[in-house]
Each structure stands twice: as C-alpha cells, then as structure tokens.
C-alpha cells in the first residue's frame, strides 16, 4: 500500500516560481513575434505590414510553397561546427540574408530604419534603405557607418530627382543599387483601404478610439519627430495616391540602361517574376535579380518566387546573383531557397513584426532567431557550410 504524507515547502519551493524575461525572449519562433505585434500596435499600422494585394493570394502561395519543402537529410556527419557565412555582390555576409528595403518604418515604432540598420550591422549583413523610408540616406549612413548598406530605388517622374538621389547614395557609402520594377502602379491592398490608412496616420474619431488601445504607440507616435518620406517632398495621402503622383509608369529598359550607366556600384533588380525578364535585365548590366511579388502586395496571383527559383537560376550566367524574397518567415525557409539556388533571401515583414513588437531589440530578436534556425537546420540536413547546400537537399511535395 502506497503511503502519503504532507509535503515540506522544500520539497516544493524549487518547484514554484514566475516566468522571467521579457515577452520577446519567450517568442519562440517568427509566428509568436508577429502574434505580440498584433497586440502592440494599431490596426491599420499592423495591416499595412501584414496585409497584401486583392484577396491576398500571391502571399498565401509564397507561404504555402515553403510548407512544401522537404528536406533531404544525411546522418553520420560531423556537424559539431557549421559556417553560414556567404558571399553577396562580392562582400562576406554572416548569414545569406539580407534585410529588405521597407517603406514607411518609423510607422512601425519611432526607432525605425536606424534600429533595423543596426541591427543588420551586428549580425554583419546588409541592409536596404528605401525611396520610401523614413529617414534620409546620409542620417542612415551617420548612425550605422558599419552597416552595409544599399539604397532601394523607384524611378520617379523626375528623372533629375532620380539621378540626384543615386549620386547621394554613392557619396554616403551605399555599395548597392536595388532598382525596384514591379510598382509602375500601386497593387490594390483591401486593408489599407477598409482601415482608411494615410502618411502621417490622421486622428480620425476611430483612431482616438485606438489611441486608449494603444496609448505607447501613439505617445511615442506624437512626441517624436513627425513621419515623413525622407527623400519624397510629397507625403501627403494613401500609399496608392503618392504612387500615382510621384513613381513613373513608363518606366522601361532604356531607364535601366540609363542607371547603370550612372550607377558604378552593384545594381540588382527587383520585382522580376519570370526567366525571360531575369535574363533581360541580366543582359542589360544588372549584377543581381531578385526574384519578389513585392511580398505579394502588387500583382495578385503573381508566380512564387520559391518555385521559379530553380528556372531562373539555371538560365542565368553563374556569375548573376539570384536572391528571393517574399513569404519568408523561418530560418529553415532561408535555407531551402539556398537550397534551391539562392544565393541569399531577403527579409522584410519579419523583422517588421520584431519592430512593431520590441523596436530594435524586437528586431534583434528575430535576426536570432533565422540565425538559430539556419544553424539548426543545416546541422539536421547534416551540411556545415552554405556551400553545401544545394537541390540535393530539397524536394517539393506536390501537397503541403
């Protein structure tokens, strides 16, 4: 018979105790970081960064597609030491990433660019600044002198404007040029519209409302500088409203052309869809195609840049550098696109939700996390350099 007694509080002392450490450093994954910053910021500011085109199918494929990975596995491998380092445009990266260019960022928290930035130049790799940024590109360059930094470019309708900002970016540092060639015309995105979203955010009788829900946001929101475009003089209104006022529909191969002629740096393009249009921009002096939906928020029903990876890389010339983005939300999908030909991914909504949940710390958190999980997954796939990553250790399941 089995005898019982009364516990002693030392028995059970060790046992009780409260959680410690902030609720990023419980956020376990990209998933849970997102979940908090839906907590912390207003709707329309969480949507804009969530939300795609249309019905939001280009993101929801994107996403499915890396749910169709398998991995390919070998066992009895000496993983105890794994190098994620690669080389991108011709300069070492600590992980084949890079943070993408995102507009309107000190929407997200005040901190803005300048946290993202440096948190890139911690991690040691690089780091987009946008037409559409929030902070000018020689504050950018001032507070992160270590990063390395490209500047993400829109042909506007003022090519003179255009030209002046490219001579900007060489004077303060920025190695790289991404041109962006998918927004002739803004996507039609159903949040921003149904939420009424505008730059700088207006206080509508709604938003008062949401000020009580979100009372840090918007303190922080009115005590520090006003959000404006760092590089746009014309600010005023919804993203598809300025789109249509300043960015340029004509845009067209001798405008690329016309760049690289007045750019001597690095010059990717981004926004490209397809193998015929990698391979014109290829032939026309780009050094790098990334292959991006705009995260899905342009074209709906866009084709997956995960799944015309493979294609585009074999048409290419190897010496072309071919980065993807879009759906990315783990280290483990980084790895697959390395995997399938990649030569790194760019990020963009994840580091987003880390800002809009912890500012830079929030963003730091993420960073380490994609840096746990590409270490985690090569070690099980049983390959310890980016090297060795490759087809072989990849399929795609016809189903998720």
Not at 369 to 391: Q, V
């Amino acid at each position: 018979m089995t005898s019982r007694r009364v516990p002693k509080w030392g028995d059970v002392s060790h046992l009780i105790g409260f959680s410690s450490g902030s609720a990023l450093e419980h956020c376990a994954s990209v998933a849970d970081i997102r979940r908090l910053a839906r907590r912390r910021v207003p709707r329309a500011v969480f949507d804009y960064t969530d939300g795609a085109a249309g019905d939001e199918l280009s993101l929801r494929r994107a996403r499915a597609a890396f749910a169709r990975v398998e991995f390919q596995p070998r066992v009895l491998r000496d993983v105890s030491v794994v190098d994620t380092s690669t080389t991108i445009l011709g300069e070492r990266s600590a992980l084949p990433l890079v943070m993408a260019p995102t507009g309107f960022t000190r929407l997200m928290h005040h901190a803005g660019e300048r946290a993202v930035a440096a948190v890139a130049g911690r991690a040691g790799i690089p780091y987009g600044l946008s037409t559409l940024g929030t902070t000018s590109i020689e504050d950018l360059a001032r507070s992160a002198p270590g990063t390395r930094r490209w500047f993400q470019l829109y042909l506007m309708r003022d090519r003179g404007y255009v030209k002046d900002l490219v001579q900007r970016a060489a004077e303060s540092g920025y190695d790289t040029i991404v041109l962006t060639v998918d927004t002739p015309v803004a996507g039609r995105r159903h949040r921003d519209t149904r939420n009424g979203l505008t730059i700088p955010p207006r206080i509508t009788p709604r938003a008062a409302i949401d000020i009580g829900l979100h009372p840090r946001w918007w303190a922080n929101l009115l005590t520090t500088d006003p959000i404006t475009f760092a590089t746009l003089s014309s600010t005023e209104g919804t993203v598809a409203d300025l789109i249509g006022r300043v960015f340029d529909p004509t845009i067209n191969l001798a405008d690329l052309d016309w760049l690289r002629g007045a750019w001597s740096g690095h010059l990717a393009v981004k926004g490209i869809q397809g193998v015929d249009d990698a391979v014109m921009v290829a032939d026309h002096g780009a050094d790098a195609v990334i292959l991006s939906t705009h995260g899905g928020r342009q074209l709906e029903r866009a084709p997956v840049p995960l799944e015309i990876l493979p294609g585009v890389r074999e048409a290419l010339d190897p010496r072309i550098e071919v980065l993807i983005d879009g759906g990315v939300m783990s280290g483990a999908d980084v790895v697959a696109a390395v995997s399938r030909g990649a030569t790194a991914v760019a990020v963009g909504r994840a580091y987003l939700y880390g800002l809009m949940a912890g500012g830079e710390a929030g963003v730091q958190r993420v960073v380490d996390l994609l840096r746990e999980e590409i270490e985690s997954t090569m070690r099980l796939l049983g390959r310890t350099s980016i090297a060795e990553l490759g087809p072989d250790c990849v399929r795609m399941r016809t189903t998720p």
